[in-house]
């Protein structure tokens, strides 16, 4: 009788570990399984001086991930250009490129306000911030005010 309940106990915690493994295995595989999207931006120079930004966005996931609009934040409140192209997809690994200037539609307002943050939105409206834009957006309005 001893044995008979050792051996269930066994089996008990051998399913319980089972079950617990395919879980976390499926979680990852969920979370493997959809459109990752990761931005960028880096400063650089022009040769003839003037400073711009090159804000990128690469698909780090499995499916697709359809680009809409680069968009800004502002001190009072937001705006976003829709892509030249309407759409842009990208597949697993793909990257999409936009330079940015001081002064054009993705960094100035209508209401004549300088863009303090960056972000790509896509066609399921989730806004993915441009990583370092911020600052990269403050030393390009400082050196363009420069210039």
């Known amino acids: 009788m001893e044995g008979l ?4 106990a066994c089996l008990s915690a051998c399913a319980i570990l089972i079950s617990l493994i395919s879980l976390a295995w499926s979680i990852h595989i969920g979370r493997r399984d959809r459109g990752k999207l ?4 880096k400063l650089y120079r022009s040769d003839s001086g ?6 990128k966005a690469v698909n780090h996931g499995r ?3 359809i680009l809409t609009m680069l968009g800004a934040d502002f ?8 892509l030249e192209k309407g759409t842009f997809r990208l597949g697993e690994n793909e990257a ?3 330079t ?9 307002s209508h209401e004549g306000e300088e863009a303090i943050d960056l972000w790509f939105e896509d066609t ?7 990583k370092n834009a911020k600052e990269h957006l403050k030393e390009l309005w400082d050196k363009g005010k420069k210039n």
């Open 5 to 8: 309940f050792y051996l269930s």
């Open 38 to 41: 990761k931005a960028t931006s």
């Open 50 to 55: 003037v400073p711009y930004l090159q804000v």
């Open 63 to 65: 499916r697709p991930v």
């Open 75 to 82: 001190p009072g409140g937001w705006g976003g250009i829709y």
């Open 96 to 98: 999409f490129e936009e």
């Open 100 to 108: 940015v200037r001081a002064g054009d539609h993705y960094t100035m």
């Open 124 to 130: 399921l409206c989730r806004r993915y911030r441009v």
